[in-house]
């Protein structure tokens, strides 16, 4: 007769934040653990179910300047959320304003996860803005976009065109990191987009950048692949002007696939032609 299978060892703390950080984890988002099997209406795992390792005490800090996390309620129902969130964008009648309002709004599901919401950086002067997809860990710490390795491309690529932070704009279509750097949901976008499209209105470009596909689908309303997207003019209609807008590859695309720079140079080339028209139009 065989013996019985020997328990297995638990796992050391060293194994199990090498599990997280393996899965995607990089920060706590409470102090303290809860153990989520113990609340109601979750059921209990059947004996023959291994639980899995209750959480790790603490993985990461939130930066000690985060905001303090309160038990705030729920956030509402997404097409609740995207109303409000239309009828909260249309009022702000300044940058300030809108930061303000977005810094006050809950009903994006992301904002509970997130260390802070990551804005803008540049000059809202500028006469060219670039917009992203969504902040990820760095940016998330910071407050500021694109600030990691995309970021230090992005820096390039607006280099390439005579300009740096202090004469361009930029900004994400979702203000707020998704957690683990997953993509952000078709709610969450519709949720976010009326703060973007306040935010163009407001700076008021001569020339709109969409880096890749999901903000040029989201802000350009388009439904194509980047290959289709980039490199052509759209109009963007803010309500009261029309903008040229282009859409191009996003930093992070073309940091695994470099062969895709020279592509991406042609557009920032077109940009700069279209940049230099308007200002002696
Ligand atoms: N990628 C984005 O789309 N935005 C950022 O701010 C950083 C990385």
Request: charged share 25%.
């Amino acid at each position: 007769m065989s013996s019985p299978p020997r328990p297995e060892p638990s796992p050391s703390v060293r194994e199990l934040l090498a599990f997280y950080v393996e899965a995607g984890v990089d920060c706590a988002l409470l102090d303290e653990t809860v153990d989520r099997l113990a609340e109601q209406d979750v059921p209990r795992p059947t004996s023959d179910v291994v639980a899995p390792p209750a959480p790790a005490p603490q993985i990461l800090r939130r930066a000690e300047t985060a905001a303090p996390r309160t038990t705030a309620a729920p956030p509402p129902a997404p097409d609740v959320a995207i109303v409000s969130a239309r009828e909260a964008a249309r009022t702000a009648p300044t940058l300030e304003a809108l930061r303000a309002l977005m810094e006050n709004f809950d009903g994006c599901p992301l904002k509970t996860t997130a260390t802070r919401l990551v804005f803008a950086d540049g000059n809202p002067q500028a006469r060219v803005m670039f917009v992203g997809e969504a902040p990820g860990r760095d940016e998330d710490l910071s407050g500021l976009p694109f600030v990691g390795r995309s970021g230090k491309l992005l820096d390039l690529m607006i280099a390439a065109i005579g300009l740096d932070r202090t004469t361009a704009y930029i900004a994400n279509v979702i203000p707020w990191r998704p957690p683990g750097n997953r993509d952000p949901s078709p709610q969450e976008t519709q949720i976010c987009l009326p703060f973007i499209k306040r935010q163009i209105e407001l700076v008021n470009p001569d020339v709109l950048v969409c880096l890749g596909k999901p903000s040029s689908q989201a802000v350009l309303n388009l439904k194509d692949g980047i290959m289709r997207m980039r490199g052509r003019w759209y109009d963007y209609d803010t309500g009261t002007r029309s903008i040229r807008a282009m859409a191009t590859f996003h930093p992070a695309y073309l940091l695994r696939q470099p062969i895709y720079k020279r592509m991406a140079w042609q557009d920032l080339r077109a940009v700069a032609k279209a940049l230099q028209e308007a200002a002696t139009s």
